[in-house]
């Protein structure tokens, strides 16, 4: 297989490994089989034997034809040609189904690792990569793979099988028909080199192309309303139509490689097979080799034609798959490795010194986070949109790993934090996913083995009393139908079922509707764990335990509700001053207010 890939870095986007990763990962998928693989190696070698003894077999019959031998003798010939194709079709066929088998087992072993190495990246690696290069890879390449370890790759096994053994007859039968053969080598070696010379570069191209098309499509549907909104239609669908062009332009050049690939090889055939006819002719004149010997060799040769295609012909799919594996192992090395699970000593939060950016080479959208967070407490995060409210509640949850400091829960961080049998820390945003399936399916991905009654008790806490009236209770197939309030109401129920020791809720009730419709909710979900709530409005920053108030990515203010309004100079209690004077975009809406004046 090909895998003389450069170890690279795609543009943007996640690591693609080298062919030593490639090879190094693949032989540890292979390496627990090596039974099945050595029974096929003999599968294989013995299929190859029986089909070499197919033109050896014509050849006699030719030269039985030529003696004028008895039929009887020519139909022995021929029925040990048939059972010499039919032993071999049979033994390349069991060769192949087996090595398909152990191919297909070490491909779902590795992408069920590359599945779970990119659900675990870091979010800031997939935001840099861009979403479309992990989905491009998980889908496109493990696609590419797929079909090349079930059609491609035994296609080339048995070839490389047949061609040896076939040379081997050749040369036995006359070294110089042998030599005669290769006059195809060059001229397909030339075909084979320049092609694998063009196309690696070309089908690295296309899967970067093809991965920002998707990337450009992908953001275009997913901020489609900031596109109508702002009647962004036009330069979309340029981009869009511009990535594609260049796709499909890379696409054209690389068909155009395979094909003069083709030409070359058909060539070569037709210079080798003349070869071998020329020879042959001179051979059977002086140096007494029989008409049938030089059928045999002439059908030796025509026999390598299939096997030498299909084997040329694979090094395209095979260099599609190779990249493709390189982009699947590069995957396994973004992600930092198994993590690490450390059970925590409590739910008390710590950060030491935390900054954090989005790009390397952007500025820190936080700096210099210091903050102590007791085991139990309640936090609201208040500040002015953009401050970095959501960042640093990502931080907490170990959704994003520091880019200097560190955050640590109950004293380990954050995204090692266990307790139990699960996550130490439970993120609730106002992106809440209803899954398709039953109210109790979507309750029990918190906690499967959870009873009915303990989905009934937690969804009476979150208040979702709308549960109660459905027709077929817990086993209703919930649509989509169901408004974004409800929605964030059964993710809050799933916390409580989940029963995190650390709950951060980012604008986890933003679509609750009527104001304060889940602010009980909220408040069951922390009571008896340290809860951090990216706030909306005062009466969730006077409920809590400790108010923190962020400004440009840093922490300005710190303290309870009632210490913070005290203070009349300060940010906080200006902002609760206009709410209480009632300045319109104050309060109801804490954490979309303005920058404190
Ligand atoms: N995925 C991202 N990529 C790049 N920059 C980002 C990303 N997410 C947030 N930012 C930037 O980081 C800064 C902090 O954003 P963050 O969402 O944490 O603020 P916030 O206080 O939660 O704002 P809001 O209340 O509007 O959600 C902002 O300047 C924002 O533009």
Same mark, same amino acid.
């Given at each position: 297989?090909?895998?003389d890939?450069?170890?690279a870095?795609?543009?943007?986007?996640?690591?693609i490994?080298?062919?030593?990763e490639?090879w190094?990962?693949l032989?540890?998928?292979?390496?627990?089989q090596w039974?099945?693989?050595?029974?096929?190696?003999?599968l294989?070698?013995?299929?190859?034997?029986a089909?070499?003894l197919?033109p050896?077999l014509l050849g006699?019959i030719?030269?039985?034809?030529v003696?004028r031998?008895?039929?009887?003798?020519?139909?022995?010939?021929a029925?040990?040609?048939?059972?010499?194709?039919i032993v071999?079709?049979l033994?390349l066929l069991a060769g192949?189904?087996l090595?398909?088998a152990?191919?297909?087992?070490?491909?779902?072993?590795?992408?069920?690792?590359?599945?779970a190495?990119a659900?675990g990246?870091?979010?800031?690696?997939?935001e840099?990569?861009?979403?479309?290069?992990v989905v491009?890879?998980?889908?496109?390449?493990v696609?590419?793979i797929?079909?090349s370890v079930?059609g491609?790759?035994?296609r080339f096994?048995?070839?490389?099988?047949?061609?040896v053994?076939?040379?081997v007859?050749?040369?036995a039968?006359?070294?110089?028909?042998?030599?005669?053969?290769l006059a195809?080598?060059?001229?397909?070696?030339?075909?084979?080199?320049?092609?694998?010379?063009?196309?690696?570069p070309?089908?690295?191209r296309?899967?970067?192309?093809?991965s920002?098309r998707?990337?450009?499509?992908?953001?275009?549907?997913?901020?489609?309303?900031?596109?109508?909104?702002?009647?962004?239609h036009g330069?979309r669908l340029?981009l869009?139509?511009?990535?594609?062009?260049?796709?499909?332009e890379?696409?054209r050049?690389?068909t155009?490689?395979r094909n003069?690939?083709?030409g070359?090889l058909n060539?070569?055939?037709?210079?080798?097979?003349a =070869? &071998? /006819?020329? $020879?042959?002719?001179w051979?059977?004149g002086?140096a007494g080799?029989?008409?049938?010997?030089?059928?045999a +060799? #002439?059908?030796f040769?025509?026999r390598?034609?299939?096997?030498?295609?299909?084997?040329?012909?694979?090094i395209?799919?095979?260099?599609?798959?190779?990249?493709?594996?390189?982009?699947?192992?590069g995957?396994?090395?973004a992600?930092?490795?198994?993590p690490v699970?450390q059970e925590?000593?409590?739910?008390?939060?710590?950060?030491?010194?935390v900054?954090y950016r989005?790009?390397?080479?952007?500025a820190?959208v936080?700096?210099?986070?210091a903050?102590?967070i007791p085991?139990?407490c309640?936090t609201?995060?208040?500040?002015?949109?953009g401050?970095?409210?959501?960042?640093?509640?990502q931080l907490?949850?170990?959704?994003?790993?520091p880019?200097s400091g560190?955050v640590?829960?109950?004293?380990v961080p954050a995204?090692?934090?266990?307790?139990?049998?699960r996550? =130490? &820390? /439970?993120? $609730?945003t106002q992106?809440?996913?209803?899954f398709?399936g039953t109210?109790?399916d979507n309750?029990?991905? +918190? #906690?499967?083995?959870?009873?009915?009654s303990?989905?009934w008790s937690?969804?009476d806490?979150?208040?979702a009393?709308w549960?109660r009236?459905?027709?077929?209770?817990l086993?209703?197939?919930l649509g989509h139908?169901?408004d974004?309030?409800?929605?964030?109401?059964?993710?809050?129920a799933?916390?409580?079922l989940?029963?995190p020791?650390?709950?951060?809720l980012?604008?986890?009730?933003a679509?609750?509707?009527?104001e304060?419709?889940?602010d009980?909710?909220v408040?069951?979900?922390?009571?008896?764990?340290?809860?951090?709530i990216v706030?909306h409005?005062?009466?969730?920053?006077e409920a809590a335990?400790?108010?923190?108030v962020?400004?440009?990515?840093?922490?300005?203010e710190r303290?309870?509700h009632?210490?913070l309004?005290?203070?009349?100079?300060?940010?906080?209690a200006r /902002?609760h001053?206009?709410?209480?004077?009632?300045?319109?975009?104050?309060d109801?809406?804490l954490?979309?207010a303005q920058?404190?004046?």
């Amino acid at each position: 297989m090909t895998m003389d890939m450069d170890t690279a870095q795609d543009a943007a986007g996640l690591p693609i490994a080298g062919g030593r990763e490639c090879w190094g990962h693949l032989r540890s998928l292979l390496k627990v089989q090596w039974r099945a693989l050595a029974a096929t190696t003999v599968l294989l070698l013995l299929g190859s034997v029986a089909g070499v003894l197919t033109p050896i077999l014509l050849g006699r019959i030719v030269d039985a034809v030529v003696a004028r031998s008895e039929l009887r003798d020519v139909a022995i010939l021929a029925g040990l040609v048939t059972g010499a194709g039919i032993v071999s079709a049979l033994l390349l066929l069991a060769g192949g189904r087996l090595l398909v088998a152990c191919l297909q087992r070490a491909l779902a072993e590795l992408r069920e690792e590359v599945f779970a190495a990119a659900l675990g990246l870091d979010q800031g690696v997939v935001e840099d990569a861009g979403t479309s290069d992990v989905v491009s890879r998980v889908t496109g390449d493990v696609e590419a793979i797929t079909q090349s370890v079930s059609g491609v790759l035994p296609r080339f096994t048995q070839a490389a099988f047949v061609i040896v053994l076939t040379l081997v007859g050749l040369t036995a039968i006359d070294p110089w028909l042998a030599l005669a053969a290769l006059a195809a080598v060059p001229v397909q070696l030339y075909a084979t080199v320049r092609f694998l010379r063009r196309s690696r570069p070309l089908y690295r191209r296309l899967r970067r192309e093809e991965s920002t098309r998707g990337q450009a499509i992908i953001e275009s549907v997913r901020g489609a309303d900031t596109v109508i909104a702002g009647r962004a239609h036009g330069p979309r669908l340029e981009l869009i139509s511009r990535r594609s062009l260049s796709a499909v332009e890379t696409g054209r050049q690389t068909t155009s490689a395979r094909n003069r690939f083709n030409g070359g090889l058909n060539l070569g055939e037709f210079l080798g097979l003349a =070869a &071998v /006819l020329a $020879v042959g002719f001179w051979r059977t004149g002086d140096a007494g080799l029989t008409v049938g010997a030089v059928t045999a +060799a #002439a059908l030796f040769f025509h026999r390598l034609f299939a096997p030498i295609g299909a084997l040329l012909s694979s090094i395209d799919d095979l260099q599609r798959a190779a990249a493709g594996l390189g982009r699947l192992v590069g995957v396994l090395l973004a992600h930092p490795g198994t993590p690490v699970r450390q059970e925590i000593a409590d739910g008390g939060i710590s950060l030491r010194s935390v900054s954090y950016r989005y790009r390397p080479n952007a500025a820190d959208v936080l700096g210099g986070i210091a903050l102590d967070i007791p085991a139990g407490c309640t936090t609201v995060l208040v500040g002015a949109s953009g401050s970095g409210k959501s960042t640093l509640a990502q931080l907490i949850a170990g959704v994003l790993t520091p880019r200097s400091g560190e955050v640590l829960v109950g004293g380990v961080p954050a995204a090692e934090a266990w307790h139990g049998r699960r996550r =130490a &820390v /439970l993120l $609730v945003t106002q992106d809440t996913h209803l899954f398709a399936g039953t109210l109790a399916d979507n309750l029990r991905l +918190a #906690a499967p083995a959870a009873t009915d009654s303990a989905l009934w008790s937690a969804l009476d806490e979150v208040g979702a009393g709308w549960a109660r009236e459905l027709p077929g209770g817990l086993d209703t197939v919930l649509g989509h139908d169901l408004d974004d309030g409800r929605i964030q109401g059964l993710a809050l129920a799933r916390v409580l079922l989940a029963d995190p020791a650390v709950v951060v809720l980012d604008e986890a009730t933003a679509h609750s509707g009527a104001e304060g419709e889940l602010d009980a909710a909220v408040q069951a979900v922390a009571r008896g764990r340290t809860a951090v709530i990216v706030a909306h409005r005062f009466a969730q920053a006077e409920a809590a335990d400790l108010v923190v108030v962020l400004e440009r990515g840093r922490i300005i203010e710190r303290g309870t509700h009632a210490e913070l309004v005290r203070q009349p100079g300060n940010a906080y209690a200006r /902002l609760h001053a206009a709410a209480n004077r009632g300045a319109p975009h104050v309060d109801r809406c804490l954490f979309e207010a303005q920058s404190p004046a």
